[in-house]
């Protein structure tokens, strides 16, 4: 029958021009687009007499529609077409669609929302733990229109912050790599309401907590804190800053036979009144809390109207919110004390729980990888608090194919422990170590005037000074990291030698290494002019063609593990060539091999005013003219466990001029038509437990000659071959 009379009144609409009305309410769900879980069908109604009907096929609702009596799950898969029409009083609606998609997945295992329920149902006991890999927006962060711009993040704990006795249907977004979910969070509970006040007094009454009115306005008497008793017919101002006692009694007319059969003072009332009570409010109007508002007594009631007309009385008041969610409060709460009606209170608070964005980590280089310190500012409108964690510490730098460069702990990651700092000058230095490489993790979040904590920015690079690496073979290189890390690095080797050196002194290197892989053919000279050290991995190898050498010229450079390889052709020159030069310097040799194979003369180490420490290394040189292993001038030269051959026609393993000689433990020969194995001047010289040996054509009386100004300190442990004494002085 009803659906008769409904098709009647829909053709009389039409027919009169009724058509036209908007519809009667506001559809909360669903809203057009596309989610992975079922959507439920929420009206809030114009009016309670209004009828609204809707169908899921596309048909008009009232010829092949469902009557809406109460939120209802939406069954279904797929893109619906959500028709609407409501019919009232005023006639009948157009009709509205909503066109949807839904999966009717199930909810991810961390959403507790009954299937029987078209809400998840949240108080302030409800406590929802969210994964770290969930991103998530409720309330107003949720973008409903446009999901992808919410303003998400990621793990945490979905749940009121207080206690709210407003109920009220808020939006909560999921993203998965599927896609979205949507549901509907309904916060807050129904407040149980106390019955209305009734007057514990007769005769009183106030308005607006300052002022008293006694027996609606006839004359009365009244006394204020034991005070004389007053007359009055008006209202009187009381301070309600502080409490008072307040008797009052109405003023009747005597007669005569009352006075004379003994009248009684009867009717009169006393009241003890409070101070006005005092909420306890933000001091500002925002607050990224809850709101409790309560009084010291329960005496005092709360009287206020919802948001749909019903009046509650109630003893407290709370008001709180979920995280990304904000609500504006303004309420006008009237007050009843002992059931008398004592003025109304104003409470206008914001409360915001809306995450504010991450701050932005401005670096001053867009690599992972730094030479030099790094500065970061951080941009943001909001108070910002940054961790600096202890910088992982690796000698010989870091391997981006091992190493988890990006990768956060869980305590870096938790910014509840008091080691976060306020950024107080916009900035921060992470400096460099001159002996190590350190890899710098730096989270920061900021804060909002409200308290409310963004999630964290996370950062970190690494900051390498000191250690650079050089391979010329294809397979030393790591193709899918040289993207991310720079040129030097131990993932992206230098190609040669020369620029490994011009990188550490572009970016002032205090004391850099340099890693050398595979086999090195220098270009020119290469020229080192402060600290240095080139450490040698998997056959390293060094060569210097004649036009080129290895100079010395300052500061402290050290070489291990390398072959040094001095290669000429035949050529005209004379003049002598050398290996190594170093002057007004220091070097350390260990585990090397050096060979130099000169075309006319030449030597291996050639030194002025430096000194020299070789130990555990092999030197071979031979020349078609003259050649010598070492030749200082001025300097301190440490040789020990080395083994050393010279072969040309004249051939010298040290000639040394000034300073100091130190030979221990090492094995020295010569191969020449007239060879030494050292020759002193003017030096002080230790020679222990080496052997020297000798294959002269011409006869060679020592294998040491010395002038008459060297010193000789130690001689012990010692033998030769091939010489008539191991060392001889020369006479003035």
Known sequence: MKRTLLKVLFLLSVFSGLWALPFQGTVISPVAG???????????????????????????????????????MLEGTGVQKLMLVSVSDAGISDVISITYSSNAKPAPSYIPQDTRDVYIRITDKTHIPMPDSARWAAGVSANQKDPESSAFHSGGELSLNGRCDEPRILPLIISTSQGFYRYLLRTGIEAPSLPAPVAQYTGIEF????????????????????????????????????????????????????????YADEGTQTMVLPAKPEFNLPEKSWTGGSLFLSFPSEDFVFEYEDEKGRIHYQNSWGMATVPGDSEGIKENFTIYYKGLKQGTMDVSVLINRRIPEGPEIVPDTNELFSRTEVVLKFHS?????????????????????????????????????????????????LGVNPDSALLYRVTAYSEDVSGNRSDLTQYAVVVDGTNLYVADEPSFLDAQYVSSAQ???????????????????????????VFISGTHTLKGQLSIAGNLRLIGKQNARIICPEDSEIIITDGFTSISGITLEKRETPLDEIYCRSLVTIQNASLSLYDCELYADFSKNGIVINADNSSINIKKCGITTRAQTYTALVSAHGTKLFMYNVRGVASAPTAVGISAEGGMSYLADSSLSVIASLGRIAEYVDLSWVLEACSLRGNNTIPVESAIWTDENSILLSDKANSYSGFSKLWIRAEK
């Open 207 to 262: 308005s607006q907590w300052n002022y008293i009115r006694f027996n609606n306005g006839r004359t009365s008497l009244y006394s204020i804190d034991g005070g004389p008793w007053q007359q009055t017919k008006k209202p009187v101002f009381i301070d309600r800053t502080e409490e008072h006692t307040v008797s009052w009694k109405e003023l009747k007319p005597v007669t005569t036979a009352e006075l004379e059969e003994g």
């Open 381 to 429: 409108a909001d108070t910002v608090y940054y961790k600096v964690t202890i910088p992982e510490n690796r000698p010989y730098g870091f391997d981006f194919a091992t190493d988890d460069i990006e990768g956060m702990t869980d305590d870096e990651l938790n910014p509840e422990g008091n080691n976060y700092m306020r950024l107080a000058d916009g900035e921060i230095v």
């Open 34 to 72: 596309n989610w992975e879980n079922a959507q439920p069908l929420i009206i809030e109604k114009a009016d309670k007499t209004c009828e609204v009907y809707y169908s899921l096929s596309g048909a008009d609702p009232l010829i092949s529609g469902f009557a809406y009596d109460g939120p209802v």
């Open 487 to 513: 040129y030097g690095s131990m993932n992206n080797p230098c190609k040669s030698l020369g620029e490994a050196v011009q990188i550490a002194e572009r970016n002032g290197f205090l004391n850099p290494r």
